[in-house]
């Protein structure tokens, strides 16, 4: 017998607590927030809720439950909307049971008019704050059911979380955040490019009028999904208000057969009483303690060299070698052959699909490459787009029906290439089977799998779209990929950041973030980005001196500067660096390796600076050591910017303060930097007091280490 159906229940993490209401039909948030104490009772809790009848109104309003229902008469968007040939849609669903497994639960609700169940998972992670949460949706009828959406579970939001914090971009500029004050009404943000996107990062922060980084309330969501999806922030006029990300079907896409079922994507979601950096946090802790795979706990990340930007696709035995030796002598620790490297693969117009090493530029395959890179010490790492097919390729002309299309509208090519349907289970065979012969027969550890357009006309051999299986397709290769290949490493890469989700990181171990090496661009990029992800899966490379996408000249010591807080890499063409450029390279990359254990493993705090600035630290889990970085972006209208407020310090403690990068801070005038290495300075009087700082160029920026003494 199942337990009877209590009222309320309740969870605690670290610092968090989520309290379900179960009173009704349909389960709710009555509370998620900040841990609660034990003398707070979940009655308390509802009384405080008690809402007025609102003029005009029935007497109660439906519910903003998990998920929110048509046939309980909710005004707004319902969570899940179904059909049978127009009929049976007022989903108005009644809990049969709730289990709980130690901080989550299951509630299980049937919905008898429309003849589904739907399973609602909620909790917190423990140790993270993380909440938890995704809706199934089972068909118990005897017939077809038409999906058209089905949502994670609905997130309530106060009043007084009035600002909305989404994400924006474009290709090689991604992770743009926008403000909007929040109104009455609908902000909705829909992807349905088939990948993450560039231009809708799968996230929210919806905050308080006075959120700062340091201060004040915010809920941050993540839909972990890598295909089309919606975000919703809704108002209603009674002043009620949730959130609702969810995935976003083609018509048609999703139809359930008797007994099968969908669930949504997870929804991520962090809590926060003190600001976005803490917000941060919850995500970064999440990511480190469960999508990290267990094989890369406690690994260093390796310093890349990739070939892009210093090569293209003018690729020759003998220039890579050189390049290789290069690399070896800055410091790398992993060469990336990017692409190029396969069958006639001489543009972007011709190759992908035959995944095969081109005999024109590797007579004797890729072992004297990769012999060569390996006597430098350096592992080997192979860039490869599975997912496309060029129609100039062997693998096309043989099979010219595996690509998804949307017949009969004419197909639309992007970057002369087509979308292979990896729904087809001979399409996943024959990519297994290239990339599996590749792995079998070199020892690369390292894969970067780009996917370079979106899919716009989505449709398979029968004309339904298929979105939402291509995603699982993707997600099942790659799991097949790494199940014969426990020990490869895979980079997640769309044109840049276009596939930047906790979905995608079940299968893969970092992001290239953008195609941008831009270093002052990087900044606004790699702080959206932090928003969600820690500095170790943020693939940040030092790119040539004239960046390629924005033309824009900017010193090595800048550049070096800024991939230093990432999973750090080069990208530029090393036979080209002068001397003197190179061995600035070599100290960054040095000053990296020194300190890359804090950056991938300490806790971000981004400071509040002025359009022309930004600054960020990193510091230790014990609060012992610290990195902080000050960059300024533009001319400073003082003559020198103000002080460095560092914060995360333990307010009791001696810090000796050292400016670590670049290796000679010019000055023209005595100041700070020539009297501020190694001074003792309290950890108080660095936050309170802060850090005069002296007289400094655009585009310019300064490294400090903090060290306990
Ligand atoms: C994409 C990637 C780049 C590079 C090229 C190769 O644009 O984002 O880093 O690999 O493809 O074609």
Known sequence: MPNAIQPFYTVHSRHSSLVLDCRGTAPAILYWGARLGEGTSPDMLALLATEQEAPA???????????????????????????????????????????????????????????????????????????????ELCNLGDNNLWVEQCNAPSIPLPMDHNKIMGFQGRWANEFQRHSVDRFMGTYLRENRSGRTSHDSFPGVIIHTEHCTESAGHAYGLHLGWSGNHRIRIEEQFTGRAYAQLGELFCPGELSLEPNKSYCSPVLYGASTNSGLSALSGCFHRYIRSKLTDARMAGKSKSVHFNT?????????????????????????????????????RKSDGAGLGDWFVDQGIFPDGLSP??????????????????????????????????????????????????????????????????IDKLLSQYPISYLKWDMNRIINQPGDAQGRAVTHKQTVALYKLLSRIRGAHPQLEIESCASGGGRADFGILAYTDRIWTSDSNDALDRLAIQKGFSMFFPAELMGAHVGPKDCHITGRSISM???????????????ANLLDMDAEEKAELAAAVALHKQHRQLIHRGDLVRLETQQFENSFGVVAANREEAL???????????????????????????????????????????????????????????????????????ETLLIFHLQQS
């Open 628 to 698: 902080f970085s000050y960059g300024l972006l533009a001319s400073s209208p003082n003559t020198a910017p103000g002080r460095l407020h560092f914060r995360g310090l333990d307010a009791d403690q001696l810090y000796r303060v050292n400016i670590i990068w670049p290796l000679q801070p010019s000055s023209s005038s005595a100041s700070i930097l020539e009297i501020i290495n190694g001074s003792v300075i309290s950890g108080d009087a660095l936050k309170n007091a802060g850090l005069q700082l002296p007289i400094m160029q655009p």
């Open 308 to 344: 892009w930007e210093a090569m293209y696709f003018d690729l020759s035995l003998q220039r890579l070698k050189a390049l290789a030796d290069s690399a070896a002598q800055v410091g790398a620790e992993r060469f990336v052959l990017d692409d190029g490297w396969f069958k006639n």
């Open 557 to 571: 010591a800048t550049r070096a500067g800024v991939a230093m807080f990432g999973d750090m890499g080069i990208e």
């Open 57 to 135: 109104c029935p007497p109660e309003q439906a519910p903003i439950s998990l998920s929110p229902e048509l046939g309980a008469g909710f005004q707004g968007n319902p969570g899940i909307q179904v059909h049978r040939q127009g009929l049976q849609w007022a989903v108005n669903a009644q809990i049969e049971s709730v289990t709980q497994n130690n901080t989550y639960f299951t509630i299980v609700s049937i919905c008898v008019g429309t003849q589904v169940r739907i399973t609602h998972r909620i909790g917190l992670d423990i140790d993270s704050d993380m909440l938890i949460a995704s809706t």
């Open 369 to 434: 490459l990769i012999d060569h890179v390996q006597a430098r010490g350096m592992e080997f790492g192979l860039w490869i787009e599975p997912e496309m097919v060029n129609p100039d390729s062997d693998l096309y002309r043989a099979h010219p029906d595996w690509v998804l299309s949307a017949e009969p509208a004419p197909v639309i090519l992007s970057r002369h290439q087509l979308v292979l349907d990896l729904t087809r289970s001979e399409v996943q065979d024959y990519l297994f089977d290239c």
